[in-house]
């Protein structure tokens, strides 16, 4: 009998926290709750959370320790097109990476 694998219905799905939110982050007490409670909801559910407009470290640092899994940001690079993101990756010049001060060669 061969076993098969069944997805959950949420697999591949995303929730996407507001920019609007992530602004207010570290200034606004009530921002930090709802988002410690969107990414608590996210990972209840198997879903993927992505956190948009993050334009510090320190929102990053927060956001990754709560359990944001990716984020969308100029922080991170500029849009690009398909090909440069192939370049970029190969050079292994990742936004993390230059965040972190690393270089991955």
Not at 10 to 30: D, E, T
Not at 42 to 71: F, P, V
Request: aromatic share 4%; hydrophobic share 35%.
């Amino acid at each position: 009998m061969r076993s098969k694998r069944r997805r959950s219905p949420n697999s591949g799905r995303q929730l996407k926290i507001g920019q609007s939110f992530v602004k207010r982050l570290c200034m606004a007490p009530a921002s930090f709750v709802i988002i410690q409670s969107v990414l608590s909801m996210t990972h209840g559910l198997h879903l993927r959370a992505t956190a948009e407009g993050i334009e510090t470290r320190q929102e990053w640092d927060i956001l990754k320790a709560l359990g944001c899994q990716e984020g969308q940001s100029y922080l991170f690079g500029r849009p690009m097109r398909k090909e440069d993101l192939v370049t970029l990756t190969i050079s292994n010049d990742l936004p993390e990476q230059r965040l972190a001060g690393q270089s991955m060669s």
